[in-house]
């Protein structure tokens, strides 16, 4: 099983009561709490921790973009990957991902990926998400296009990559008379593809069709179980054989030389799990942008929220994993056993977990950790 | 006398209509709420005209229209529907979306409607203040926001006090999904219906409430302005929905402004 490293760039530097006085932390928190000084540190701090990551021994990089909230100020996801590019060696670096629905030009988006994919030599896994509600708010894209603007700016994609210009594209949403990317992806035929999911049947369905690696995030096994049913239902139309590779799963993981460091340490999740989702569901679910079939899943995969749990129920239900590396192991192995998934994505730095923690874990799971999983 | 619930088929779209009442044809567009069917006002005008109330595609109980972009795209269809229904040049009324939409038919083509009436429509930017983002509120949040006062409206319970059961729940989703597939960029509003508005000539009632909080009272002024021949009445301790808040008022303008000589 492969390990990713990957941290949503949290801004967690403002005063929580002033942000507990606002009906959510996205969209209504004002900006004015924004603090230049910490960002440009903190930006210097999460690249270096990438870095490490990098050299520590992980198998991925991922990265993720959120905007107007102050849990995830990486607002571009190919800026931060074009500079891990660069500045990393070994680790493959997931995109997870492009919002596509926002996107008002394709062809610019598979320019950027293939220049990131070109500077780090081939290292880029292309994620593709639909996004969550307030994007389409911070974008002012209808909703009600989310799922048909998420499938033609794919398909726009990756006829960029795969099928030589110039062409032209006169679909629904996108229309371009001239398209000829002088900038094609260094992976032929092109980057391999990966789709979160969360509560979207359809979603895995269509991951399924097209073997793209699926990803369920922070959902209770047997949803992810359902999930990849889902998938593999979707799989088997198209004739496909589903392996551990197509599979993945995300999860907050952070390890410390003893139990009681890791617990303190795996607590600053708890604050992800709740203040950055709290907010009416209109924020995170605009109208139209759920089918139905996609409402009534949601509704059964989360029949209590995140946000209503506590820390000890984070860590049994596995949303949160924190221990020592022998610990650490042990639940990894136990996910692997639940789920048969090739890929675990952690997030592994969040809200006021300080630099010196982070390192240190970064380093453990390298030291014993990742070895120890590469054979599960 | 009782109204009748009629599919009049559009093209390949089956659009659901209330028709009731006597003498000359009146078209009645509903606003983003849906089509709330034989309301009290709507008795008291079917006293006078025969009323024609379709539900918009999308919406309630009429056939999709997953194809519609805009309300110009609304307004063309209930043109066309004019012609589908036999309705000669019927008095049109809106409300709301329904009067943006009444206002954008009459642009494109003034002959094909008598009297208009406008009740606080949507469709122009105010000059100064902003239309609600209805979209970004709970609909429960949302609904004593369109009213002056819940408790001064004689239909308050019979038609919102209810919790919703499967059906109207399923088709008050439906009326959102729409509403937004129509109105969400640029919201509520079409940049260049100002230019057209002069086109038309017909006489025209546009009716408000002084407390709406959705479409602020301004935008009123300006239709008034835009339009050649129209007269704008703003109700007190009104708030958005006028004909549901003061039924009785509201159904008298409407009839005295029909069967006037013009202006007044």
């Known amino acids: 099983m492969k390990l990713y490293y990957f941290s949503e760039m949290p801004h967690h530097e403002y005063p929580d009561g002033e942000a507990d006085q606002y009906p959510s932390l996205r969209l209504e928190f004002p900006n004015r709490f924004f603090d230049r000084e910490k960002a440009h540190a903190n930006y210097q701090r999460y690249l270096t921790e990438y870095e490490f990551a990098d050299r520590a021994g992980y198998d991925g990089l991922m990265v993720n973009e959120h905007h107007s909230t102050p849990s995830c100020v990486n607002v571009g996801v190919n800026m931060t990957a074009a500079i891990l590019a660069r500045t990393t060696r070994r680790a493959k670096i997931l995109l997870l991902g492009n919002i596509l629905p926002i996107e008002e030009n394709p062809v610019r988006l598979a320019e950027q990926i293939a220049m990131s994919d070109l500077i780090s030599g081939g290292r880029v896994l292309s994620g593709f998400v639909r996004g969550v509600g307030v994007e389409q708010w911070w974008s002012n894209i209808n909703p009600i296009h989310n799922r048909e603007r998420f499938e033609e700016c794919h398909d726009l994609i990756l006829k960029c990559w795969t099928e030589p210009g110039p062409f032209r594209w006169e679909g629904r949403h996108y229309h371009f008379r001239h398209v000829n990317p002088w900038c094609l992806p260094l992976q032929k035929p092109h980057p391999p593809v990966w789709i979160p999911g969360t509560a979207s049947p359809e979603t895995a369905i269509w991951a399924g069709r097209r073997g793209y690696t699926f990803v369920p995030f922070l959902v209770p096994f047997e949803i992810a179980r359902e999930l990849f049913d889902y998938y593999r239902q979707g799989a088997a139309e198209a004739g496909r054989t589903v392996t551990s590779d197509n599979l993945g799963f995300l999860i907050c993981a952070v390890t410390a030389a003893t139990r009681a460091k890791a617990l303190e340490a795996g607590r600053h999740f708890v604050w992800r799990m709740g203040p950055t989702l709290r907010g009416p569901a209109e924020f995170f679910s605009p109208v139209g942008m759920r089918s139905r079939a996609g409402a009534r899943f949601a509704l059964k995969a989360r029949p209590r929220s995140l946000a209503a749990m506590s820390y000890e129920e984070l860590l049994n239900g596995h949303f949160i994993v924190a221990g020592t590396p022998d610990e650490v192991i042990d639940r990894f192995a136990r996910v692997r056993r639940e789920l048969g998934v090739g890929h675990l994505l952690l997030e592994a730095q969040e809200s006021r977990m300080d630099h010196p923690t982070t390192m240190r874990s970064i380093e453990l799971m390298g030291a014993k950790v990742i070895p120890a999983v590469a054979s599960l | ?264």
């Not at chain 2, 038309?200 to 835009?226: F, H, K, M, S």
Request: net charge negative; charged share 20%; with cysteine.
């Open chain 2, 1 to 264: 006398m009782k109204p009748r619930e009629q599919m009049i088929r559009v093209a390949s779209t089956d659009v659901h209509t209330w028709i009731g009442g006597q003498g000359d044809p009146l078209l009645v567009l509903h606003g983003a709420g849906g089509n709330r069917g034989w309301t009290r006002w709507l008795q008291r005008v079917a006293e006078r005209f025969t009323v024609w109330a379709p539900t918009h595609p999308g919406f309630g109980l009429s056939g999709d229209a997953d194809w519609m972009n805009g309300i110009d795209d609304l307004a063309r269809f209930h043109l066309w529907f004019i012609d589908a229904a036999g309705l000669g040049a019927p008095h049109v009324l809106g409300h709301s979306i329904g009067g943006w939409t009444a206002a954008e038919m009459a642009t494109m083509s003034p002959a094909s409607i008598g009297r208009l009436i406008l009740v606080a429509p949507a469709g122009l930017k105010p000059e100064h203040g902003e239309i609600l983002d209805i979209f970004y509120y709970p609909p429960s949040q949302l609904l004593p926001m369109t009213v002056h006062d819940p408790k001064s409206i004689p239909e308050w319970d019979a038609l919102f006090g209810a919790p919703l059961t499967p059906q109207p729940q399923e088709i008050a989703v439906r009326n959102r999904e729409m509403t937004a597939r129509l109105t969400w960029k640029p919201y509520m509003h079409d940049p260049r219906l100002d230019r057209f508005l002069p086109r038309v000539t017909n006489t025209a009632l546009i009716v408000w409430g002084r407390d709406d909080r959705i479409v602020p009272v301004e935008c009123g002024e300006q239709y008034r302005r835009l339009l050649p021949d129209a007269r704008l009445v703003v109700l007190e301790r009104c708030g958005h929905l006028p004909p549901v808040e003061q039924p009785d008022v509201f159904a008298d303008l409407v009839i005295g402004f029909l069967e006037g000589d013009g202006r007044r």
